[in-house]
């Protein structure tokens, strides 16, 4: 996708040290955390909003939250941590490339 920063980064045009790498996802850190950890999951194919899911998007997504517990210590999660998707412009989003927010590594403020 022309534009897209996630798709850059997926493909090593931006680069971005990756903490975890398959060949459906990475993990990286977020340039502007917004807690002590802070991490997105990002899936390598292209789509922007959750009501753009199909059975292959699926998949992905399925795949990333099935990863992503297995990662919790290496990422210094095990305390416990935040997920987010941030959704169109009420929801913040602002790269338009479905990702999920790992927020963790200190006590968050309530929701
Ligand atoms: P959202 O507002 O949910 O779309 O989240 C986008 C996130 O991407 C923000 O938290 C940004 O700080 C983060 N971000 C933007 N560009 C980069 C980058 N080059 N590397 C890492 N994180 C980034
Ligand atoms: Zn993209």
Do not use: W
Not at 78 to 98: A, D, F, K, P
């Amino acid at each position: 996708m022309e534009n897209c920063i996630f798709c850059k980064i997926v493909a090593g045009e931006i680069p971005s040290p990756r903490l975890y790498e398959d060949d459906k996802m990475i993990v990286i850190r977020d340039i502007e955390p917004k807690a002590k950890l802070h991490y997105l999951c990002i899936p390598k194919t292209h789509f922007a909003l959750l009501s753009e899911m199909d059975d292959a998007r699926a998949d992905v997504v399925k795949h990333c939250f099935t990863v992503i517990p297995t990662l919790e210590k290496e990422l210094g999660l095990e305390g416990g941590y935040r997920v987010i998707i941030n959704q169109g412009e009420n929801g913040g989003q602002t790269v338009h490339h479905l990702h999920i927010h790992l927020l963790g590594g200190e006590k968050l403020a309530d929701f």
